[in-house]
């Protein structure tokens, strides 16, 4: 009889971590456990109280599924059992790694990937004064791609300071909802002079009508409005690209389906991640093997990370083994 059992993990960030939202020391996540004889499968998620999460309550939503596990329900099950979000996550990548140890078919060669490949990671800048920022990325100037948490009021100076700081690099930005309409054509304008390649969520949810009508200089991408397949076709008229991330779609398997939805929809793909350990990026790395932009740097902002774990090298992140997940 499978058992499953759920444990909470603090992981300290090195320095702090700081978007238009608060500031954070410390990454907590939640770790879900399915034991089948010798086999165990692992999965990771981050609650995120921007959807009503809280630790607490996904341990217990976790939880009320022991009874699915000891009955051997499988991911398609658990796709009904749970809503997206970060306890169906940390389940479904639980079940995908018990799949994997058991039958010795990993999850890449499950998802028809011979040979997965390293990738190019994004690495984040935290939000701060324009001068905090410039000195930031004149310190990470040598990482080919960049992307930079923006704030609202006095951004047009951080993007310029970021762009003196690392002149070569390739920039992304994400304003996690915080422009207003009144300040978008500004802020889309310093954006473009500053070579922006993306900007992330810049205007609230529900509140994004403007980007159906605005001169979209820059690549506009759904973070915070995106969650699950069905949502790709609403927003192909506002947006050029979605971020998909685990935590928000619940687990890899409804991730999938919101990869294909994009494409169908003509939309670009980021593969991302909430601040987590390698356990929480394996999975992505998988899926990001067909994305148009990767940000999994989870770990690379942590004090340190779990062992074994993913393999960086500066930017470059190599795939999961099996000793960490799949």
């Known amino acids: 009889m499978r058992k499953l059992s759920v444990a909470i993990e603090r992981w300290p960030i090195a320095g702090s971590f700081v978007i238009s939202r608060g500031a954070r020391t410390e990454a907590t996540v939640v770790v879900a456990t399915i034991e089948d004889g010798v086999d165990v499968g692992r999965g990771e998620c981050v609650p995120y109280a921007r959807y009503g999460e ?43 790694d018990l799949e994997a140890k058991k039958s010795g078919i990993s999850a890449a060669e499950r998802l028809g990937i011979a040979a ?10 935290s939000l701060g004064t324009p001068e905090s920022m410039e000195a930031a990325a004149r310190s990470a100037a040598g990482r080919p791609l960049l992307k930079v948490k923006l704030g609202g009021e006095g951004d047009e100076a951080r ?24 300040a978008f054509t500004s802020l889309m304008r310093a954006c473009a002079d500053a070579r922006v390649e993306l900007i992330e969520q810049p205007l609230p949810v529900g509140a994004d009508d403007l980007l159906r009508v605005a001169e979209r200089l820059v690549p506009v991408c759904a973070d915070e409005s995106l969650h699950s397949a069905e949502d790709c076709s ?21 991730a999938l389906g919101v990869l294909t939805a994009a494409r169908a929809n003509g939309l670009a793909v980021m593969v ?31 004090a340190r990370d779990r062992e074994p774990g993913l393999e960086y090298r500066g930017s470059l992140v190599s795939p999961p083994t099996p000793a960490l997940w799949g």
């Open 234 to 254: 609403a927003l192909a008229d506002r947006y050029d690209a979605v971020n998909i991330k685990l935590d928000k779609t619940g687990g890899l398997t409804e």
């Open 54 to 96: 809280t630790v607490e309550g996904v341990v217990e939503t976790i939880r009320t599924q022991s009874f699915a596990i000891a009955g051997d329900i499988d991911r398609l099950g658990m796709q009904v059992a749970l809503p997206p979000g970060a306890a169906r996550n940390a389940l479904d990548c639980a079940l995908w």
């Open 159 to 182: 993007i310029a300071a970021v762009r003196r700081g690392a002149p070569a690099a390739r920039l992304i930005v994400d304003a996690n909802e915080a422009w207003s309409p009144e």
């Open 116 to 125: 997965p490949r390293q990738l190019t990671t994004a690495y984040t800048l």
């Open 272 to 302: 991302g991640c909430m601040v987590g350990t390698s356990l929480a990026m394996a999975p992505a790395v998988l899926l990001a093997q067909q994305a148009d932009f990767v940000d999994l740097d989870g770990p690379l902002l942590l």
